[in-house]
């Protein structure tokens, strides 16, 4: 008998479905008095005197933990970032509370829903609805506008307006996304390259390879112990993980089982419900219950399936370009292990086609009656400034000896596309042989990459995987130049019974996805599309399809106007 695998809810769900925020509730102290002069209230880098104190909430955890136990004299609420807010722009940064994962979510949660909560808040999609409904934040349209320098702009807008469609309600502007670039969620496949030599196989060309060598990793003792402990393909409790997930995989088989894509009408459709996910997932199946996968990977978060690459047990995963820093723990303990990327693969006579999820989930919300809702403007322009702008301190403010210092900062937006365009400078330069040419990241990646080439700096190993010859961006650089991108086609946000649905959709989907690939009968992925279209999918398909023609129609009356 198959176990069955439950998705528990987190209860930060469960509250904002069973709670009801209080309509037109807002706390009575503003907080601070507006002492700005004319002059600094229309500057975007100004400092405020005296200080104000802006108050957020915090989430942790163990990679952040690691680090700053790595940074003497720093600490999460004393850092060089919060003391650069405070020296450069007058701004004292104040957590109400910190806390990790699950607990911070379980606070945030009752923290929303009881409308208490601090000056600035990350939310996602669905809190900022709630928020906004609830008429408890402020509209940041004026301060958008007047407040973002022209570099701000530039890098929040560079992937369209559809970050900030999102995050527009009844045409205010209610918070500000933390823009990302969607081609940060290219997957690639990391294999073992010393396990492929030791069992004379070739890298995988097409998914029927994929399986073949999954299938050797599994039973022919990659690692020598002369026991069957090794898998194929490793796999987290959440299939959409960007690391050790399965959209990678499923995208092999034409299955894009978390973004919308268009149908051969041309309209939107949910790729979850597509017949290219029952395949993919019967295929799942037969590896779960031949062995190729952790017995046990659906009880398993990131950090715990980790252990199983930390110990030398896994042979290929999918993952995004930063999964180098992830797997490079193998090496400690063997000297001899080593990891490479490849392009996804797909079906024999199949398109390789690469599935990029829209990546801006955060958004900025400022509490409604706060005297200086500009703060949250401000502090991403000194972010992105100090890190990307002509006075730039990367290797202060961003990477610092290959640690991630942004991370301090309760701010953190980033040009969508620097990790490719760095990798395409360091390429240049390397044809050329003129690396005087570079500058902040790629010139502070190169001397990474070449610390490890001539000196084996240890971290430099993870570096050049990703921004070297062969890494992870050579691949991105072809999957962009080969048209090979599929973009989520619906980047609207939230539509109105998203709401109240999308979230039990997708707890049903992954619940679904999970008992199937752990032995339930396929015939359950045909229930799904029945319950899926029931349960309100329907009515979204409905909601993101008239959202598309509007946008189809802006976009032809604003080509009309430019001829």
């Not at 769900?13 to 509730?25: E, K, N, W």
């Not at 599935?355 to 706060?370: H, I, Q």
């Not at 396929?522 to 009515?539: A, Y």
């Amino acid at each position: 008998m198959h176990k069955r695998w439950m998705y528990k809810t987190r209860w930060t769900i469960i509250i904002f479905l069973t709670v009801c925020i209080p309509t037109g509730h807002t706390q009575g102290d503003s907080g601070h008095i507006n002492n700005l002069s004319k002059d600094q209230q229309t500057s975007s880098l100004a400092a405020y005197s005296p200080p104000i104190q802006v108050s957020f909430v915090r989430e942790t955890g163990e990679d952040l933990q690691r680090m700053i136990e790595q940074l003497p004299g720093e600490t999460l609420v004393d850092n060089r970032w919060t003391r650069l807010y405070e020296q450069e722009l007058g701004i004292q940064i104040r957590y109400d509370w910190i806390a990790t994962g699950d607990v911070y979510n379980q606070k945030l949660g009752v923290s929303l829903a009881a409308g208490r909560f601090p000056d600035v808040v990350r939310v996602n999609p669905y809190q900022l609805r709630q928020l906004s409904n609830a008429n408890l934040i402020e509209d940041l349209t004026e301060v958008y506008r007047d407040f973002a320098t022209p570099l701000t702009k530039n890098i929040l807008e560079a992937e369209g307006k559809g970050a900030f469609d999102a995050a527009t309600i009844n045409g205010k502007l209610m918070a500000i996304p933390e823009s990302s670039s969607s081609i940060e969620t290219a997957q690639y496949l990391w294999i073992r390259t010393d396990w492929l030599d030791k069992l004379g196989l070739q890298a995988p060309e097409t998914i029927e390879d994929v399986l073949k060598v999954s299938e050797a990793f599994t039973s022919c003792d990659p690692d020598g112990n002369g026991e069957q402990d090794t898998y194929g393909l490793a796999l987290t409790s959440y299939l959409w993980d960007p690391v050790m997930g399965v959209s990678g995989f499923m995208a092999g088989y034409g299955a894009f089982p978390n973004i919308w894509i268009k149908d051969p009408e041309g309209d939107l459709t949910y790729g979850g419900i597509q017949p290219e996910v029952r395949k993919a997932l019967e295929v799942l199946q037969t590896m779960y219950l031949e062995g190729q996968l952790d017995p046990d990977f659906a009880y398993k978060n990131g950090s715990k399936a980790y252990r199983l690459i930390d110990q030398g047990k896994i042979g290929m995963l999918y993952g995004e370009q930063w999964t180098p820093f992830v797997v490079q723990s193998t090496r400690d303990e063997d000297p001899e292990a080593e990891w490479q990327a490849y392009p996804i693969v797909a079906e024999t006579g199949r398109n390789r086609v690469v599935p990029l999820r829209s990546n801006t989930g955060n958004y900025f919300a400022v509490r409604k009656g706060f005297a200086h809702p500009e703060v949250v403007v401000k502090l991403m322009n000194l972010h992105l400034d100090k890190n990307w702008g002509q006075n730039a301190e990367y290797e202060t403010y961003y990477n610092d000896d290959s640690r991630a210092v942004w991370m301090l900062s309760p701010v953190t937006p980033f040009p969508g596309t620097k990790n490719l365009d760095a990798y395409r400078d360091i390429r240049d330069a390397r044809t050329t042989g003129d690396f005087s040419v570079l500058e902040n990241e790629a010139l502070a990646i190169h001397k990474r990459i070449a610390a490890y080439e001539s000196e084996g700096l240890k971290s430099g190993w993870g570096w050049k995987q990703t921004y070297g010859p062969t890494g992870a961006f050579s691949i991105a650089d072809d999957y962009d130049l080969n048209g090979q991108l599929l973009y989520d086609q619906f980047t609207g946000g939230i539509t109105e019974t998203m709401v109240d649905r999308q979230i039990i959709l997708r707890d049903l989907q992954l619940e679904v996805f999970m008992n199937i690939i752990y032995g339930s009968p396929i015939e359950e992925f045909d229930q799904f599309v029945v319950d899926w279209l029931e349960l309100g999918g329907k009515e979204i398909t409905s909601e993101v399809n008239a959202w598309y023609r509007t946008q189809a129609a802006r976009d032809h009356q604003a080509f009309a106007l430019s001829y």
